[in-house]
Structures are given as C-alpha cells and as structure tokens.
C-alpha cells in the first residue's frame, strides 16, 4: 500500500513540475510576440490565451543601444526584455513613455534598468504617487494605482518638446495639448516616418481620455488631425494598443470620430440621456467604434467634461 502511494505521489510531483515548467515558460517566452515595422524597428505585443495583454512596446535598434517606448505591464517586463535581446543582445539605452498608466509604465525597471528613462514631467508625478481611475469597470468602480518603484521612475522629465539623437536616429518628443491624459508624449521617428501616438489613438474605436487626469476628448481628436495633416504619406502611426496603421486609415478614423463626436455633442446639450442611444440601436459610424471597453456611455462620460466650463 505504501509502495503505491509513493508511486503515485511520485507521478503527481512529475507532473505538477511538468505543469509549472510549462506555465512558466509561456510566461517568460510565449506571452509576447514581435513583429518588424520598419528596419531596425520592432512592435512587442502580447497576448494571453487570444486576448490581447497589456500595451504595445516600440523598441528602435539603435548603434548605441535599445530605445524602448513604452513598457508593459510590470508582470511583462521580463518576457520583453527577453524578447528584445534575442534580437539584438546590447542594452537599453533609454526608455520613453506615452503617458502614466500602469500597461504603459509597469516594465520600466526591468526594461529601463540602468538606461535613461524619459517621461513628461506631470506623467512623472503621477508615476510616483498613489493614482485613481473612476468608473474603469463600471460607471462606479474605483481602482488604486501605487507608485512605482524608485528604480522604475523617470530620471529625465520633459516640460516642453524636445528632440534627442541616440545611435543614427533621431527623436522628436512632443507634448501636446491634454488627449488620452494631461501628460502625453507623442514621439516622432522621421528617420523611419513613424509617429507614436501612444494611446491618443485608439484604431476602430472611440479615443479614451483619462478626464481626471486631464484628458479630454476633443483634445484627442484635435491631436490625431493635427499629425494627420502634417504626416506624410507613407507615415506610419503606432497606437498603444491594436495595430499600427497608415494616414489614410487615420483620415477615415478622424472622419467616423467627428460623425460620432457630433451625435454625442448634441445629446448633451439637448439634455437628453445617452438612453437615447442604447448599444443596439445606433447609427453605423457610432457602432463601429463601440467596443466592450468603450460604450456609448463612457464615451458620453469623457465627453462631457469637454462641455464644463
Ligand atoms: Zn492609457
């Protein structure tokens, strides 16, 4: 009896060491996924179990090392970095970051070890401070943010555009006027005709502003035209989620925001709920830009505050 015991309390520690090895090498190597945009120009996303996960990652190789924009999610920041050096196995010279939420920020003390790590100077206080976001889950639900770490936090902070040369390419980092947050950073690559718009664009779906922290819809829409109209043609615009996509699918996105952006605009000054407009019965430039997390009544939400003197 004893015998068959340890027999098959041997199969199980086989096979709970089986299970966690694997569990642990998806982790590490499975999650993310890199895709090339450009030469010497990679997007690191990641997914779990189909679904998306966390933000994309733009890393740029560079002759004097990585610069990364954007880093994950904190629980990402290893398999990222793994990632990243079984391209090129050199350090990261600098990490930038779009804004200050966590599945922007979270890898920047891995990632950003012992690089410089650049964010706007508002973006830096809010990285470093206990955060809060209302109505993330429903229109009541409220979420803590801590702050990060002493080794995640900016060592360079931007209160105006700045324009760096790190290897053979250069950097344009603008602030522009409040959009997703009141401390974006859209970063340019005219090297390579990109431009990171970080979560300002939001490809197929209504823009996300962060109201209380001084993000504001029309600012979105108002920042997305003005790359828009003075990006060339074969630009490439990188969002903080989703795919990377050309000028003329951001014209077209502009386009359905401002149909949208309208229908909202009069519902709020006629005074009438967005009941009006239940997820099931809109027109077809309002549907398409319904997603599960953006409906109709976050986006009236956000929109409001455009409307508040
Ligand atoms: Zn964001």
Redesign the pocket.
């Known amino acids: 009896m004893k015998k068959i015991l340890f027999r098959i309390f041997k199969i199980l520690a086989v096979l709970i060491a089986i299970g966690g090895i694997s569990l642990y090498g998806y982790w590490r190597y499975g999650l993310v996924s890199v895709s090339q945009l450009r030469e010497n120009v990679y997007l690191v996303s990641a997914t779990f179990f189909g679904q998306p996960l966390g933000a994309n990652v733009v890393a740029i190789d560079t002759a004097d090392g990585w610069v990364v924009v954007d880093t994950q999610l904190a629980l990402l920041g290893i398999p990222v970095k793994v990632a990243l050096t079984s391209i090129n196995h050199q350090p990261v010279h600098t990490t930038i970051v779009t804004?200050w939420?966590p599945?922007?920020t979270g890898g920047n003390a891995v990632i950003g070890k012992n690089a410089t790590r650049i964010a706007h100077a508002q973006t830096s206080v809010w990285m470093s401070t206990v955060q809060q976001a209302t109505g993330l889950t429903t229109p009541t639900s409220i979420h803590r943010f801590e702050p990060l770490s002493a080794g995640a936090l900016p060592t360079k902070t931007l209160v105006e555009d700045s324009s760096l040369l790190i290897g053979e390419y250069s950097f344009h980092l603008e602030l522009p006027e409040p959009a997703?947050?009141g401390g974006d950073i859209v970063v340019l690559m005219p090297d390579t005709n990109i431009v990171h718009l970080?979560?300002i664009l939001w490809p197929n779906s209504f823009t996300?502003a962060?109201v209380e922290h001084g993000g504001r819809v029309a600012g979105t829409i108002k920042v997305l035209e003005h790359y828009a109209n003075t990006a060339a043609d074969d630009t490439l615009f990188v969002s903080?989620h989703g795919p990377a996509i050309d000028r003329q699918a951001l014209l077209a996105h502009i386009a359905s925001l401002h149909l949208a952006y309208a229908d909202i605009e009069q519902l709020l000054k006629s005074g009438t709920g967005d009941e009006a407009l239940p997820d099931t019965q809109q027109p077809e430039h309002l549907a398409r830009l319904v997603t599960p997390l953006i409906p109709v009544w976050r986006w009236t939400e956000m929109m409001s505050a455009d409307f508040k003197p």
Do not use: E, S
């Open positions: 804004h939420h599945d922007h997703h947050t970080g979560d996300f962060d903080g």
